[in-house]
């Protein structure tokens, strides 16, 4: 059997392997709050696509002789600094910023703690 | 320089017939938003930076400048919505049925065939025009000048 090893130190919560996962295998929800995704401990599909396409390499594939059971990962998200609503995994944003700041050269990148709505809001307030 | 979706946010008349062009253009998914603030209002859509942070974070580099614009190339996008949140005006959207990102592609479809993009077309007030920048901001700058020099003859010195 073909086991599933999720390495929950580097997997940082985006949607690459939930979206590349066309039998829904892996199954990503957000609730209260948290994203949570489901990881099976084996997976009898063949293919390779959720290790193919993670950003993290978090996924890699094992022999198993026996069934293992699946597992979730929570990941709390961000509420955003202007409506409060939940957006992105602060694991993500975390990861973005300092990749952000680099390629802008700057340290300006204080719409990270924004909602998409709430960017689109602060775009035009500057232009206005 | 390539030519982009440019606007003049005086013009804009919250009419929303952009938003609905767009949405008929790319079959219900628009690109572009028009939001109210303080009972005015601007369309927002993707600025097609020229150090685009959704380019610098997009871990397949499934985003591209090309020419002066930023092109989403739809094969490549792995649904990870990375360039979601590191684009600072939110134009950036996934399509969660198909695990992918769309984004203002200025109609490129409609622009091989010599159209302008949807929303510039349908703009009843000019507020959107198709330009490269250089020639945007030297308009700008001649109608700003006229105006206050307008103002300067009014005032009669």
């Known amino acids: 059997m073909r086991g599933l090893v999720v390495d929950d130190t580097l997997c940082f919560g985006c949607r690459a392997c939930s979206s590349a996962c066309t039998p829904s295998v892996i199954r990503l929800r957000e609730a209260d709050g948290s994203r949570l995704v489901w990881f099976p401990g084996t997976c009898q599909e063949d293919c390779t696509r959720c290790q193919e396409v993670c950003p993290k390499e978090a996924i890699s594939f094992e022999e198993t002789d026996r069934e293992r059971e699946g597992r979730e990962l929570r990941f709390a998200l961000r509420h955003c600094d202007r409506c409060g609503r939940p957006f992105a995994p602060e694991k993500v944003l975390a990861d973005l910023a300092p990749r952000v700041r680099q390629a802008l050269a700057t340290e300006e990148t204080s719409w990270l703690t924004l909602c998409l709505s709430c960017r689109r809001e602060e775009a035009v307030s500057g232009l206005l | ?157």
């Open chain 2, 1 to 157: 320089m390539g030519r982009e979706v440019l606007l003049r946010p005086e013009r804009c008349i919250l009419c929303l017939a952009c938003e609905v062009a767009c949405a008929r253009e790319h079959g219900s998914q628009e690109r572009i938003w028009v939001i109210h603030h303080n009972g005015h209002g601007a369309p927002v859509s993707c600025r097609q930076c020229q150090t685009a942070p959704c380019v610098a974070v997009c871990p397949p580099q499934a985003l591209e400048q090309r020419n002066g614009s930023v092109v989403l190339v739809a094969e490549k996008c792995t649904g990870c919505e990375l360039c979601l949140w590191a684009c600072p005006f939110g134009a950036m959207v996934l399509d969660t049925e198909r695990g992918q990102a769309y984004k203002c592609d200025l109609c490129s479809s409609r622009q091989e065939e010599g159209l302008e993009p949807a929303c510039v077309l349908t703009c009843p007030s000019q507020a959107l025009v198709l330009n490269c920048v250089a020639d945007f901001a030297a308009r700008r700058r001649d109608v700003a000048g006229r105006a206050w020099a307008a103002g300067w003859t009014r005032r009669g010195r």
